[in-house]
């Protein structure tokens, strides 16, 4: 499951903003590493998925990663796609035009790896 924006700003402004309420703590259920991949940080959920960002034009998406050697449980991609796309929709509504979430196994970008 991808979770698919098109955006009526620079997809790059948009995850700047992102990175920077995080910086802020206006964001305090999320951060991100060294390569732009987003996670929770709540106890519960810290690190057992990442997002990575890619865009092109006016899309955004957000492809899900794994733990490597450890397949992602159902419970895990759900709760990580409810909780990211709800923060999105809360900070970000007024510059998406439209949102989409693929199902599992479905985008190319998304890991394959669940169980």
Wanted: aromatic content about 14%.
């Amino acid at each position: 499951m991808a979770i698919k924006l098109k955006v009526s700003i620079a997809p790059a402004v948009i995850l700047a903003v992102l990175k920077r309420k995080i910086d802020n703590k206006e964001i305090d259920t999320w951060e991100y590493d060294e390569e732009g991949d987003f996670t929770h940080s709540a106890s519960q959920w810290k690190n057992k998925a990442w997002f990575t960002p890619i865009y092109k034009d006016d899309i955004l998406e957000f492809g899900i990663l794994g733990r490597k050697e450890i397949k992602m449980t159902m419970m895990e991609y759900s709760v990580y796609h409810g909780r990211f796309s709800e923060m999105l929709l809360n900070y970000f509504s007024n510059c998406i035009v439209s949102f989409e979430l693929t199902t599992p196994y479905k985008s190319k970008i998304d890991t394959d790896e669940i169980e």
